[in-house]
């Protein structure tokens, strides 16, 4: 089992704080329960204690059939929720507790689904298990970056560290956090070592993946289809997003604290109960007893906008509601969504191209081209689309991308249907971050093979801004189908120019990008002399300041 070697790290209560310790940590302790969502790996970590300590993991079903337990004086109880579930939850519970008491075993530990763990009444029905002592609850957190590369290379993976990037680059970090939604991604998106050709299509195929069982024992319990549950969790997550609430409530009580505006109410949806018992009981979301909440925030935005990208389409079940109104809804008087609704209304834009409107989409795209690029997916819209998302940018502000963080994903904009605007905005004269945002696009996104030329001419451009030159360099360096042949000729252009800063800082980012086995020594000779000639020229008083030239090249080495 792919995290079977992880010392979890978990949350416990003390004292009313939430500690982080390690699950090994809780040896000395009688009395365990772990709990985690679906695909959370509890069971694994279970397994992970037993092989440690020298016992055996058995079910509670299994036990309750009469396997025994507890032959080396601790008990490894999996899957509560699954031998309780049906009618008599509460007397199942009993019998296991009374079964427990009856045996010679001195120690136990009980895995449970977080959402089935009733906490108060399961306790005291455990207490005659456990002689009245204090019982631990547990809560499994989600995988660090460090536990997440383990898995992956326990997966196969021949480079974990790049494929986290990847995942990352893509937005696609939430699914990195549960082990089973990091095996799915590895294996139903990213099958045969290819990526998605697009982040709507990780999103998509991700999602769908999270809303199936994958649980054995389960597989063959009554419950709706993927696509209601997908439908059922677009809508609670748009209903949490657009409202601004925390969380979800499942409960007809009243929620805790006075704060009642933090919650929605499940019920309040109208939502087939069946179905929204079942989309709650997905990796897809995360909580325990009454409050819920998403997997992840990109999760829910990517699935809001789906709910209303196909409300505003209108189906066979729901009239259709009008794009003014529902813009309205996440918008606000500029007509652009307010920070913490940028990703719902980003993916409301890839979504509406989705489902067949693409005017709509363009409309979006109009008013918030930036929003779309940074929070949704550009790769998502046809030609018309992609060229309006390049021409909005920076409409408002030329200097856009300084309110972008890492997480932009501008390869999408990429295409050989884009070559033609691509040229143009390169060759404009006036600068702005658009100009960025191509060589970007070009370097994140898949290989555009007509633009070689045209940056092959900006690279060996001295009247070129610098910084323009070198990105063209790593584009060239980077994509080009016969890299060696594409860095070799470039040194050899580059050569035959006058020696100045530029041309050193050129050299040695084409450098820096090869492989070792690539570089030859007299290349690095020369450039290393040419530095040298440089720097006495400029301590003669000559104007060639060579201050950062090879910054790249020695990163590299």
Avoid at 164 to 169: F, L, P, S, T
Avoid at 502 to 517: E, F
Wanted: hydrophobic share 40%.
């Amino acid at each position: 089992m792919e995290n079977a070697h992880l010392d979890r790290r978990v949350a416990i209560q003390v004292q009313g704080e939430n500690v982080v310790q390690l699950l090994s940590q809780l040896r000395g302790e009688p009395y365990v329960v772990l709990l985690g969502e679906p695909g959370a790996g509890k069971s694994t970590a279970l397994e992970y204690e037993a092989i440690a300590e020298g016992g055996e993991i058995a079910t509670c079903r299994e036990v309750m059939n009469g396997s025994p337990i507890g032959e080396s004086g601790t008990a490894y109880l999996d899957a509560l929720d699954e031998y309780r579930s049906g009618d008599g939850g509460k007397d199942k519970l009993m019998r296991l507790a009374n079964a427990i008491s009856k045996s010679n075993i001195r120690r136990w530990r009980l895995t449970c689904r977080a959402e089935d763990w009733r906490t108060t009444a399961d306790i005291n029905a455990m207490r005659r298990a456990a002689n009245n002592e204090t019982i631990i609850v547990a809560h499994l957190l989600p995988l660090s970056d460090e536990e997440t590369q383990l898995v992956l290379a326990s997966l196969g993976e021949p480079d974990p560290e790049r494929f986290v990037g990847e995942a990352r680059n893509r937005g696609a970090g939430a699914f990195l956090e549960n082990p089973l939604s990091l095996r799915l991604l590895h294996s139903v998106v990213v099958s045969n070592g290819v990526w998605p050709t697009s982040r709507f299509d990780l999103f998509e195929k991700a999602t769908r993946a999270l809303a199936h069982e994958y649980d054995p024992e389960r597989e063959t319990d009554p419950r709706p289809g993927a696509d209601e549950i997908l439908s059922a969790a677009a809508a609670m997550s748009f209903y949490l997003l657009a409202s601004g609430a925390k969380v979800l409530w499942r409960s007809n009580a009243l929620p805790p604290g006075s704060t009642e505006n933090e919650y929605i109410a499940t019920h309040s949806l109208g939502l087939e109960p069946r179905v929204l018992e079942a989309a709650l009981d997905t990796p897809l979301f995360r909580g325990e007893r009454n409050t819920f909440a998403p997997l992840h925030r990109t999760v829910a935005e990517f699935l809001a906008g789906r709910f209303l990208a196909r409300r505003v389409v209108g189906t066979r079940e729901a009239p259709v509601f009008p794009l003014r109104r529902a813009t309205a809804l996440i918008t606000g008087s500029d007509q652009k969504a307010p920070s913490e609704l940028r990703g719902l209304y980003a993916w409301f834009a890839a979504h509406l191209q989705s489902e067949g409107d693409r005017v709509g989409a363009r409309r979006l795209i109009q008013h918030d081209a930036a929003t779309v690029l940074a929070y949704g997916d550009a790769a998502a819209f046809d030609t018309a689309g992609r060229r309006e998302v390049l021409y909005n940018l920076d409409r408002d502000d030329p200097y856009f991308l300084s309110s972008q963080d890492d997480a932009t994903v501008v390869g999408g904009l990429a295409g050989d249907d884009l070559v033609d605007d691509f040229k143009a905005i390169l060759d404009a004269e006036v600068r702005s971050h658009l100009q960025v945002t191509v060589l970007q696009a070009l370097a994140d996104g898949p290989p555009v093979e007509r633009m070689s030329e045209k940056l092959r001419e900006i690279v060996l451009d001295a009247a070129r801004p610098l910084w323009m030159r070198e990105r063209a360099a790593e584009v060239l360096a980077a994509k080009a189908s016969d890299r060696v042949g594409m860095q070799r000729g470039l040194l050899d252009d580059l050569a035959a120019m006058k020696v100045d800063r530029g041309q050193l800082a050129i050299r040695a980012r084409v450098l820096a990008s090869r492989s070792t086995p690539d570089v030859e020594f007299s290349d690095l000779h020369a450039l290393l002399e040419d530095f040298d000639s440089l720097s006495a020229k400029a301590r003669d008083g000559e104007d060639n300041d060579d201050t950062g030239s090879l910054v790249s090249l020695s990163i590299a080495i």
